[in-house]
Structure formats: C-alpha cells, structure tokens
C-alpha cells in the first residue's frame, strides 16, 4: 500500500521550498507536479525540493523532476540517492543527502 502523499509549499527568505513527505509513484503524481509547477512560477531565486521525507519515487516523478533539473536544489532521502544517480537527474541537478536527524 503506497504511503500518502502531502506537499506543502514555504518560503524562507529568497528561497521557496517544496517539501514532499510519502511516496510518489504513478497514482499520485499529478499531485506532486502541479505543486512543482506552482513552486517554480513563485520561485524568484532559488527553489528547494526537500524529498527527505519520500521513502520512495518511481520513474513518474523523476520524470517530472527533469524538466526542472537545472533550477533545483533537491535534498533526498539517502534511499532515493542510487535512483537518482541511476536515472542521470544526479547529473542534472544539485542533489543534497538529507541529514540523518531531519534537519538540512
């Protein structure tokens, strides 16, 4: 059973974080785009996904990642690291581990 998805989008500063917690996959990625897509247009200078809470993510949101791979600074779960590496969205954007308490 695929664990909800809740995203909720802040700013801090000159930044707009969009933190994710659940998983993404096929059945609720519409969801986390639209959020993507709302956080980019607010994003004046610099965007934060926080996917520190995301224990997992298939290809449908790397997927929506890609487009605006360049623009973001990702801080990941330590598990979604080797997909991330494995998809070449590693490549393409700043990707943080996430510190092992939670906090960034």
């Given amino acids: ?39 980019t247009s607010q994003a004046t200078d610099k965007l934060v996904v926080d996917l520190s809470a995301v224990e997992y993510l298939d ?8 487009p605006h791979a360049e623009s973001l600074h990702i801080v990941a779960n330590p598990l979604l690291l080797r997909a991330f590496q494995v998809s070449g969205l590693a490549a393409l954007a700043r990707i943080d581990e996430a510190a092992r308490d939670g906090n960034h």
């Fill in 59 to 66: 290809s449908a949101a790397i997927n929506v990642l890609v």
């Fill in 1 to 39: 059973m695929t664990t909800p998805l809740t995203v909720q989008t802040r700013r801090e500063e000159d930044t707009v974080v969009l933190e994710a917690v659940g998983e993404i996959d096929a059945s609720n990625v519409s969801r986390f785009a639209e959020a993507l897509d709302t956080a």
